[in-house]
């Protein structure tokens, strides 16, 4: 994809007889490092960087650190900020494969309803004051069951298309939506509607190693699952014939990419609620970096989606004395970048 006017070709910049060059890989990874270890200092309680390094260094070697700042830096700020890069890149690769997948450039995650499942899931736990463990496991329960409710409505005589699943994919979610309407409808207004009102809008100040421990694996394995197939979406592309031609299994794979992202989307849900625009506007910002092969495309929307939801993660936390829904921020710096992307390509993603 190529800039106009005074812009240039930054695929070219980037890649070298066809691949990516290792140096920008290696930028953008010591990019997320120094992100994340800059916004581990930020907070009201700030610490220097050396501190964080030092706090790093301390507890690897395992020297004693001062109580305040190993508090604030590992019990608060370290769960939180991994769970938003894994959050960013989870995200951000399951956008990426979706709008490979199925040809949308406004594909998402949640394509397939797995977020508004996942919501009624949470919903429902908060109104039985569950505790957090209950609320994640329910959430990523209802998400995996909508997707499979899209997949078994899309089948028609055993076979299923993209259109049907895309079609399912908004059924199921207007569906869960409107379920989750009439709860917040009928539930206390004073107790449980601001409670899930909040969790709806997403917020990762429920982080923690126990939350981690229960949702990363999920996230982690449908990022790889992804990666590993990314040069199949390449195929996918094509039509069902020209991909079969090619020894590829249209079915299994898309069923491969559906499952992976299912579980990136529905842990992501079930940790932090909903939060929107990444896994659209960092695949995009990926494409304007290095076009559309997925073989590039797909990395790059890991470590950039890590990169984005770390600085809106903290930009959430620290702008205002109450803590801002991410949801919001994401909508705030995504939807103004999004249409700057669109002028400047005039809509051509490929």
């Known amino acids: 994809m190529a800039f106009t006017g005074e812009f240039f070709r930054m695929d070219e910049f980037i890649q070298t007889n066809g691949r990516l060059r290792p140096l920008v890989m290696i930028a953008l990874i010591a990019t997320l490092f120094l992100t994340t270890i800059v916004c581990l200092t930020m907070g009201r309680y700030p610490l220097l960087f050396g501190d964080v390094l030092h706090g790093f260094y301390s507890r690897i070697v395992g020297h004693t650190i001062d109580a305040t700042t190993y508090s604030v830096l590992f019990n608060l700020r370290l769960p939180r900020t991994v769970l938003a890069m894994v959050l960013g890149a989870g995200l951000a690769c399951a956008g990426a494969a979706f709008q490979s997948l199925f040809a949308n450039p406004l594909a998402t995650p949640d394509t397939l309803g797995v977020t508004a499942g996942a919501s009624v899931g949470a919903v429902l736990a908060l109104l039985a004051d569950s505790g957090m463990f209950t609320v994640q496991m329910t959430a990523l329960i209802f998400g995996i069951a909508s997707v499979m409710m899209t997949v078994s409505f899309a089948r028609i005589r055993g076979r299923s298309s993209i259109l049907m699943l895309v079609l399912s994919g908004v059924i199921i979610s207007s569906v869960f939506n409107a379920i989750i309407s009439i709860i917040k409808y009928t539930c206390d207004p004073i107790n449980k509607l601001p409670q899930i ?79 929107g625009w990444v896994g659209l506007l960092v695949p995009h910002c990926a494409r304007m970096i ?58 051509n993603w490929e």
């Open 197 to 275: 009102t909040y969790w709806l809008m997403g917020s990762l100040s429920g982080a923690s190693y126990k939350s981690l421990a229960l949702g990363m694996p999920f996230i982690v394995a449908g990022v790889f699952i992804i990666t590993a197939l990314r040069w199949r979406l390449n195929i996918l592309t094509l039509s069902e014939d020209e991909a079969h031609a090619a020894g590829i299994n249209v079915q299994r794979t898309r069923i491969a990419i559906v499952i992976a992202s299912t579980m990136v989307t529905a842990s992501c849900v079930s940790m932090c609620g909903q939060v």
């Open 290 to 347: 290095c076009g559309s092969n997925n073989r590039f495309v797909i990395p790059l929307s890991i470590i950039l989606g890590g990169i984005f939801v770390v600085i809106i993660d903290t930009l959430a936390r620290t702008l205002t004395a109450s803590e801002i829904p991410i949801s919001v921020l994401t909508a705030v710096f995504g939807a103004p970048f999004f249409i700057l992307l669109l002028r400047k390509t005039g809509g």
